[in-house]
T-cell receptor
Framework: AQTVTQSQPEMSVQEAETVTLSCTYD???????LFWYKQPPSRQMILVIR??????QNATENRFSVNFQKAAKSFSLKISDSQLGDAAMYFC???????????????FGQGTILTVHP | DTGVSQNPRHKITKRGQNVTFRCDPI?????LYWYRQTLGQGPEFLTY????????KSRLLSDRFSAERPKGSFSTLEIQRTEQGDSAMYLC????????????FGEGSRLTVL
């Protein structure tokens, strides 16, 4: 079974600075998908960024980018120019490819609480 | 609002009572997932529907838990004879097939068992 580990229960950053959230995972599959989801307090979880394992290029979405190291099974999220609205719980998640027995379900890490200081 | 809708948002019940949560997915989404999230933890998979068929259930889903998705539209999650350990946030998510990879989540239904 796949596992996802986020070793940083809490992180903090000053507004406008850069912060990196860490994630490692364990799998025997060669093809899979990785995600970062954001869960603001009392609000629904939303997708931040997605990475397909077969793509060597790291995904980028505006101020959010990932450092995907497939051999090391590492998938970190970098948030540049942090904003107060970035404060949330961030979850790293793993998904097996379509056609497998996972039916697209996600396996989540424990989460990292990000605090943004003005 | 065309997002995933969950009701009720918060349910407080006494131990031993039955509770039911409802999830209305995004209308064209054929896949529906239930997750449970305890405070400070990541969501844990409970069960999955493709249309009306329940295709996978986690071992976390004891016999007291039952989920349905009649007609492949909304879904209900019922917990019978609730226990204090059932207190958690129950999240519903939907997706259109598996290839897109993105699950859209509702705001969750928080259960408190006294």
């Amino acid at each position: 079974a796949q596992t996802v580990t986020q070793s940083q229960p809490e992180m903090s950053v000053q507004e406008a600075e850069t912060v990196t959230l860490s994630c490692t995972y364990d799998t025997s599959e060669s093809d899979y998908y990785l995600f970062w989801y954001k869960q603001p307090p009392s609000r629904q979880m939303i997708l931040v960024i997605r990475q397909e394992a077969y793509k060597q290029q790291n995904a980028t979405e505006n101020r959010f980018s990932v450092n995907f190291q497939k051999a090391a099974k590492s998938f970190s999220l970098k948030i540049s120019d942090s904003q107060l609205g970035d404060a949330a719980m961030y979850f790293c998640a793993y998904r097996s490819p379509a056609g497998g027995t996972s039916y697209g379900k996600l396996t989540f890490g424990q989460g990292t609480i990000l605090t943004v200081h003005p | 609002d065309t997002g995933v809708s969950q009701n009720p948002r918060h349910k407080i019940t006494k131990r031993g009572q039955n509770v039911t949560f409802r999830c209305d997915p995004i209308s064209e989404h054929n896949r529906l997932y239930w997750y449970r999230q305890t405070l400070g933890q990541g969501p844990e998979f409970l069960t999955y529907f493709q249309n009306e068929a329940q295709l996978e259930k986690s071992r976390l889903l004891s016999d007291r838990f039952s989920a349905e998705r009649p007609k492949g539209s909304f879904s209900t999650l019922e917990i019978q004879r609730t226990e204090q350990g059932d207190s958690a946030m129950y999240l519903c998510a939907s997706s259109l097939g598996a290839n897109t990879g993105e699950l859209f989540f509702g705001e969750g239904s928080r259960l408190t068992v006294l």
